[in-house]
Structures are given as structure tokens and as C-alpha cells.
């Protein structure tokens, strides 16, 4: 991540899905999200979005109303006969764990995204948590990528590792939590998980630790960034890809891949994601303003400086 | 903490031990360790440093050299008929658990620490992890401490709430894990578990977070710093007190106490801490320069700035 870039589009491919959360605050139902949105949504505040996923027949038009007045190019979202993807979460207490009660893929059942030409120019590429398989064959259209970020899972470290580790040395950031770097690396200490992930191909990886924050680590540098210390979590849904999307968000719109500033972006995607928990689903973004981005975000200095 | 201090020595009052230390890189007997021995060597780094605690007549001469070629004074260190205190503890592969095999108590039971003259007037004290009732009763013996740090676990939380709740307005500032945190407070949100510890009056709460670093609450003012990322970590024995030592340690050798150098404090607790844990029990500090540790503090301001 040396060079620079001009242009500020980010094209991201994942689910756009209902979900019905249970957290120890309350319950909310049909929540617009999945991975796409969450990232889509948090990137908006920072530059053009470009969004690929397939919703059903029943998506509302207020939803997509929404998403465009974000300046979320929403062209490539692709109609499907059938439901748009649904999840229902039940948190425990500990927040870090959830059940889910319900998943139906909906429409997501066999699509093959195809990149239309105008997004397949776009210079940021976020592949969100679908098959690797899929996240493979969505970035064979892409032109030529100046950076490309890759979420993945526990479900498919184990069932597509071949395909996820073929994938690693065309990422430049790979997004995932302590969990599955000590799954994917089969080390348990997270500097050597990193160092083993690196050595797969991965150009950097971004190990997500939930309340503790994130750790950057890149070949020649590690930076770590704590969590925003809230009072209230209602919510965890959608924190990762928010975190992605601002970070990815950031980047782009600055055009400066320096290390420095690979270090802000890391703080705004924690600001971002430090918004997303404090209601139900994306709720909060649809009345977050940029200057309480830019307040947190001088928190985050006073938080961390010494 | 406004104040400022111009002698440097520190009292600590805790436990000399031998621990038997088993853990996934291996086992070591006998290792010289114990809550302020551990305390006490960190500070020694930087301050003078008063040690009092009970020890057997099987202590042997080697070992108070050692804790002597340190700077310590050890006049304080009582000694009584009967074993040095003996602890032998099982880590598992998630180094964050274990379990007490074997604790003899020896000649700590019954142990009632008297503060001698020489000691009773230094202007930091620190009260290691012992019963709430006689951290209370060796505090009473300072003339007028400027600054009293105090360390507790869930055994004193459990079955002494209310002499540990009575000390806490005499704290400036308390150093718990994040798990003391939440059972002393009953709230399982750290930064609400941290507002209720300071409404029970302690002036600030240093929240440790093992491999995720450490979080300072004041009534005005949060601090987040990560844990140093060790690809190796052979024992964590005595992180926690090392850690206090090098904070304290700093702190009274400068003799500021305004929030900027509090923060530099606690980047030192966490550099001392991440030394401790590359060898067994308190090995790694036999060999430790004080070079390495200015060095390892730059390292972790590039490991956060951003």
C-alpha cells in the first residue's frame, strides 16, 4: 500500500440482508443490513460507493431511497425473484457471543455477481464475507485494483480454505477478528497468527479484537488502536464492516496510501464502528453528521496520546 | 494526582514468594516472585524502594543479594520462624487461565506488617494484593503519602467488600483487571464498571487488560494504550505487579503528577510488564538495561501514533 490514488470510488460486494437482533438492550426487526450495507453505509461519508449484491423482489424502495441519498450507486444491486436475505441474532450478555436463531439466504442462494462495466474500473475493491469461491471470481472482473480489502469467516476457513489462501496474495488488506487469524494462521498468539498470514500472501491484515480495539500489522510495522470506551453497546451488528468502510472510506477519499495515513484510517473506521453499536442495526448512521465524526475522532487523539 | 513529589521512594507492601511456574512453554521451580518482590524490582528501574513483607528463615541470602544489588531496602522485610509463602500455578494453553496446584501461606499467615520509621514517611505506597483489612492497617502507619496505589482480587472482592469499599476514597489509584472490575463494580461494561469504582471514591482505576493493554479512568480523563505484541510469551507470572512498579517506579522518580506524565507512567508499566513475561517468573528483569526498556518505550509510541 505505496501508491496513490486519484479517483475515490469503492466498489463492495456482500449481502444486503433484514436482519431481527436480539441484543440484552431490546430487540429490532428487519433492520436493513449484511455486510455490504453496514460497509457501503459507513464508506458514504467519505466518498462514492459503489454497491454489487443481490436483493429480492420484496426490497422496499424506501431502503433504496435511503442508500442513494447516502450517494451509494446503487446500479449495481441486481433484482432477484424471491426474499432478500434474512437474519435473526440473539446476543448473550457477553456481547462478543450470538447465536443465530434463523438464516435465510433468499435471493443469495446461487448468485454470481457480475460487475457491470461502470464499477469495474473502481480503484478500492472490499469483498465482503461471501464464499471465496464468489470473492474470487468478483475480482477476475475487476480492471486493475489499486487496493483491495477481503472479509472473511470462521465458516469458511474451514470449508473453503484452499480457495480463501489462493485468494491472500492478490489482498492487500485482509479484515478479520482474533478468532479467525488464530484459525487461519493455526497459531494461537495473535503477532505470530499476523506474521504467519502475512507469509500466505496477505499484504496486511487487520486483526479486529471487538471492545479491545484493532492491530494493524504490515510487513515492516504494527499499529495498535484501542476501542472507543462506551458506556452503552445496543448493538454489535454491522461493527466490522462499519470499521471497513470507514477506514476503506478514508483512504480513498484521501488518496494517500502512506502509512500514516493507513494509521488515520484505521482511527475513522474505529470511530465509525464506535457509532454503529450505539442503536439498533445502521440506525445510528442515519443521523450521524461529519462533525460528530470529526469530534470522535479527537477523542480518539486524547484517548490514545501520551 | 495534581500534586507534585520530590523524594522518590516508593513503600510497597505485598508477598516474597517461590513460585512453581507451569506453563505451555515449559516449568520452572522456585522461582523468586511474589507481589512485591515483582512490584518492587520494576520500580527499582527507576526509584528507590521500600520492601515490606514477611519471609521465612528458609530465605535464602542469594536472593535478598539480589533484591539488594537492586537498590531495594530491605529492612522491611520481616523475617519469622517458619517457610517463605509458596505458590505453584498451572497455565493453560490460553494463557489468560489457570489453576493454583499448591499455595502454602508459611509464614504469611498470621503475618501483621508493622511500617517502620524509616519507612512510614515515603511518599508513595503501594498495597499489594493482600487482605483489605491489613492493607487498611499498614496505611494507617504512613505519616502523609502522597500517592497510594492499591492492587485487590476476586477472593478479597468476594469475602471482604466491605473493609476493600472502605479503603478505596484513601486510593488515588486502583489496579484491577478488567474481571476484578466487574465483579467490584456488578456492572459487566468497563467504562460504566469504571464510573461506579470511581463513585466509590477511588480518585482513578487502572483497568488491566492482559494482552489487550491497560485503561486509566479519571474523573476527567480516559487513557487506552494496547499491550505490546510479543510473539513470544513464556509466563505472565507477575505481569500485573511489574506493571504497577514501572508505573509507580516513573512516576515518583519525576515527581509529576499531571496527566501527560501519568500516561508516559503507564506506557512504562507496559513496557516493563512486557518484558516480564518473556522468561519465568522474574528472570528476564535479572538481565534487563535500562536502555532496553527507553528503547521498547519507543517502540510502543510507534506502535500507537498515528
Not at 460487475?115 to 475480482?139: E, M, S
Not at 454489535?236 to 488518496?255: C, E, I, R, V, Y
Request: aromatic share 8%; charged share 25%; net charge negative.
Amino acid at each position: 500500500m505505496t501508491a496513490a490514488v486519484n479517483d475515490g470510488a469503492i466498489a463492495v460486494i456482500g449481502s444486503v440482508a433484514f436482519d431481527t437482533l436480539e441484543t440484552p438492550a431490546g430487540r429490532a426487526d428487519d433492520e436493513l443490513g449484511g455486510s455490504a450495507v453496514h460497509f457501503a453505509v459507513a464508506a458514504s461519508f467519505f466518498t462514492k460507493v459503489q454497491l454489487v449484491a443481490p436483493i429480492g423482489d420484496d426490497f422496499p424502495a424506501e431502503a433504496l431511497r435511503y442508500l442513494e441519498s447516502r450517494g451509494i450507486d446503487c446500479s449495481g444491486l441486481e433484482r432477484r425473484a424471491g426474499r432478500t436475505f434474512r437474519w435473526h441474532g440473539r446476543y448473550h450478555e457477553d456481547m462478543n457471543r450470538r447465536d443465530t436463531l434463523h438464516l435465510d439466504l433468499g435471493v443469495f442462494g446461487g448468485f454470481q455477481p457480475r460487475v457491470t462495466d461502470a464499477i469495474r474500473r473502481a480503484p478500492f475493491v472490499f469483498l465482503g464475507n461471501i464464499d471465496p469461491t464468489l470473492q474470487g471470481g468478483v475480482l477476475d472482473q475487476f480492471a486493475s485494483p489499486t487496493l483491495v480489502g477481503l472479509d472473511t469467516m470462521n465458516h469458511w476457513i474451514d470449508e473453503a480454505r484452499a480457495p480463501l489462501e489462493a485468494l491472500l496474495p492478490r489482498v492487500d488488506l485482509l479484515v478479520i477478528n482474533d478468532e479467525e487469524a488464530r484459525q487461519l494462521s493455526r497459531e494461537t498468539n495473535v503477532a505470530r497468527a499476523a506474521r504467519r498470514i502475512l507469509g500466505l500472501g496477505a499484504k496486511s491484515v487487520l486483526v479486529k479484537r471487538g471492545e479491545y480495539g484493532a492491530i494493524l500489522f504490515s510487513p515492516g510495522s504494527v499499529f495498535a488502536v484501542p476501542a472507543f470506551p462506551l458506556e452503552e453497546v445496543f448493538d454489535p451488528t454491522g461493527a466490522g464492516d462499519t470499521f471497513a468502510g470507514g477506514l476503506l472510506g478514508h483512504l480513498a477519499a484521501s488518496g494517500d496510501l502512506a502509512t500514516p495515513n493507513v494509521r488515520r484510517a484505521i482511527v475513522y473506521g474505529s470511530v465509525l464502528a464506535s457509532f454503529v453499536v450505539e442503536d439498533f442495526g445502521g440506525r445510528r448512521m442515519r443521523t450521524l453528521e461529519r462533525d460528530a465524526i470529526e469530534q470522535r475522532y479527537r477523542q480518539f487523539v486524547a484517548l490514545t496520546e501520551f
